[in-house]
């Protein structure tokens, strides 16, 4: 998805890589494309280091490591990664 490059070489990886971009950039509202997005997060072999980034750089937008910018927001705010997750997962 994201063509950054640098010391991430776990992108190589990413189940999203050969997706379109804007799956993971749904606009606002967009619930089914959201869902999609994350669905393909779930099985992600590099979920962790994903969400590791966006989480270490809230500029990112969309939806990273099978969460929303909200989601992210919530994470950061109560700490509470595991429980956000897992809650995403069950979506
Ligand atoms: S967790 Fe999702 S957004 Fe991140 S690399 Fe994997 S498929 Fe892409």
Redesign the pocket.
Known sequence: ??TNTGDQE??L?????D?PLAL?FPAKGQQTESAK??A??R?????T???D??LSDMSNR?????TSFVDRIKIRRDGKVVAIVSETDTK
């Open positions: 998805m994201n776990w992108r990886k990413a189940a999203c890589r997706l993971f997005a994350k393909v997060c099985r992600c072999l590099v979920r280091e994903c969400l980034m966006a969309g939806i990273w490591g099978g």
